[in-house]
């Protein structure tokens, strides 16, 4: 299953899938690996997640792993997922939130678009900065789509 799916991303219908295909085994092939997307594909049922690039020994020894009923990391995918296994979940508000933040929109912004006051909205943008170590919305947005955080619809 690729990632990229016209109109929707394949992660948010793993689920759906599994309940249909209770004995499907997923293995996730991706352009690229951000922590948050691979744990969020994983938790959601895949039994793999390999990037592209992928050589072909590797590429057959997940499927073979796969239908064995073993899980498989690459393991490039596990040194990844590893990087900020530690770090504290943003909560659904604060993806929310930071969504909107990637999207370019100011505080006030968000705030009428949420329907909560500014105030509350700079308590979650600095939580956010704080779960995502970072000092400014530019830092956040990038690192936001690079660990696979917020999803770009392009």
């Excluded at 922590?35 to 039994?47: C, N, V």
């Excluded at 792993?65 to 393991?75: E, L």
């Excluded at 939130?97 to 100011?106: E, Y």
Aim: a positive charge.
């Amino acid at each position: 299953m690729s990632l990229r799916l016209p109109d929707s991303c394949a992660i948010d219908v793993l689920q759906d899938y599994f309940l249909e295909n209770e004995r499907a085994k997923i293995i996730v092939l991706a352009d690229s690996a951000g922590d948050a997307e691979i744990s969020k594909a994983l938790k959601r049922g895949a039994s793999s997640y390999i990037c592209k690039n992928v050589s072909a020994n590797e590429l057959i020894k997940a499927i073979r792993s796969v239908h064995s009923g073993k899980k498989y990391i690459q393991p490039e995918v596990a040194a990844i997922l590893s990087e900020n296994l530690f770090q504290e979940e943003l909560t659904p508000t604060e993806t929310r939130i930071l969504s909107k933040i990637v999207a370019g929109k100011s505080n006030k912004e968000i705030a009428y678009n949420l329907d909560i006051s500014e105030n509350t909205v700079k308590t979650h943008v600095k939580n956010i900065f704080d779960k995502l170590g970072v000092s400014d919305r530019t830092s956040a947005a990038t690192l936001a789509i690079r660990r696979g955080l917020i999803r770009l619809d392009l």
